[in-house]
């Protein structure tokens, strides 16, 4: 089965939508998979995600409300196929600490979303809710590249 992390920095925000919105994109095409998110950060270790995630998540059908915070734990690193960063500073945190024959994983969600110049899903912490509408948007685009992708390549083998 293969298995997909989802990271950003807090994972409150942004990698919980992503985490919600691959599950079940997933689950709706069929595809057997694992997918989990975690933060570089500990600050928000074992919270939900943030409120303004989960009314975004909600109002587009995902439900994001059971999803609990977590470090990002060096198992990580061995354990997931794709290892999924947010944006590029988290791609740089990442790297630190990954050991080097892991480090392959690692790659922008957002690489994975089809006809987007957007490399990073920016940071809406400290923004409005358009910029969390902004970051599901996002999401869902990495998840349709990333799903389309996962297809081809594992439900073959
Ligand atoms: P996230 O957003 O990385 O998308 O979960 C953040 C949440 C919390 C903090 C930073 C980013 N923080 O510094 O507490």
Known sequence: MVSVLCVCLGNICRSPIAHGVLERKADNIGLDCQIDSCGILSYHAGEQPDLRSIKVAQDHGYDIEEQRSRQIIPADF??????????????????????????????????????????????????????????????????DGLLKHLRKKHLAE
């Open 78 to 143: 061995q354990k997931y196929d794709y290892i999924l960063a947010m944006d590029n500073a988290n791609i740089d945190d990442l790297l630190e600490r990954c050991p080097v024959e892991f480090q392959y994983k690692i790659e922008l969600f957002m690489a994975y979303a089809e006809d987007s110049l957007v490399s990073d899903i920016p940071d809406p912490y400290y923004g409005s809710e358009r910029d969390f509408d902004y970051v599901l948007t996002l999401a869902e685009k990495a998840a």
